[in-house]
């Protein structure tokens, strides 16, 4: 089979880890997934199509603007703002999310959840996937159900961290899947096209510590605004959003980003960012979105968990 072929074959295979009221409606799914039921369910679902893509609402709408979160003792390293120096807008923001991926360390060893993400990738805004996802921290494990689009329903991916030489299973449908499962590099060239993250940084886990090492590499400019906003809404979910925003500056990947933390769990359920408008006063592009909903906590997975499902 040649490379052409082998990357149209793996388009769509892998997933990852954005000020008023924000809607996201996503269904119950997970009874439609091979071995997808749950031990627990300690989070109610909000029952809804899961056909439906997410819907949004600017928060800006509220016209709310609470008082800024004074900066904590980070119990992971040194707090962002060290004595002696200036403190910087994303200090607060930096250490509660220490905070949060101690908790989550400490407290979840698993979850189930309908993983909703848009990202753009090579210059192209690609259409809203929807993935029923089960993570296990040790050994780091994923297990991916597409369930939309239509093109790649039913479609799995697994990747268990110290089996199968490193490498992810990709099992594709229809007639792709009779040549299946493949095992590939999850950073590799077929794993990596039309996907701006791999299968390994899967998770709310990683996606805190992605926005962590950003927040300290932005942290060394001080051209930043930082926001909050009280009471946006996800999939009836009530959360916190922090709005970051940078200016057209070469040191900056992003203009606009919103972390919207479950005021409840304590979980980064939300995370979107944008470049800069093209236009002056135009709508900024959307560079990614990724969202978690229906979460089921500490299920008890083990290796048959992350295997690939008969259908």
Known sequence: MDAPVCRRL??????????????????????????????????????????????FQSPALQRQQPPPVQP????????????????????PEINLARQRLVTMQQNIQDYS?????????????????????????????VYMYFLGPEDVKGQQVVYVEGQNDGKMIAQPIGLKGKFGPYYLDPNGPFAMDGQRCPITNAGFVNLTKQLINEGMRDRQFPQCEVKQYKGAKVAGRTCTVTEI???????????????????ELNIPIRFESYLWPTQPGG?????????????????????????????
């Open 10 to 55: 793996f388009l769509s295979f892998i997933a990852l880890i954005p000020l008023a009221l924000l809607d996201v409606s996503i269904g119950r799914v997970s009874a439609q997934v091979p071995g997808s039921q749950p031990r627990q369910q300690p989070v109610q679902a909000q029952p809804a199509s899961p056909a439906q893509p997410p819907t």
């Open 72 to 91: 904590q003792a980070s119990p992971v390293g040194p707090a962002a703002g060290t004595p002696g120096t200036a403190a910087h807008p994303l200090d």
């Open 113 to 141: 959840c309908v993983f909703t993400k848009r990202e753009l990738v090579d210059g192209k805004l690609l259409p809203y996937e929807q993935i029923f996802m089960k993570v296990r921290h040790n050994p780091f494990s």
């Open 245 to 263: 925003v940078h200016p057209k500056l070469p040191q900056f990947e992003f203009h606009k980003a919103r972390i919207f933390v479950d005021d």
């Open 283 to 311: 709508p900024p592009p959307v560079l990614e979105e990724y969202t978690y909903t229906n979460l089921k906590f500490n299920n008890g997975f083990t290796d048959a968990d992350f295997m690939i499902r008969e259908q």
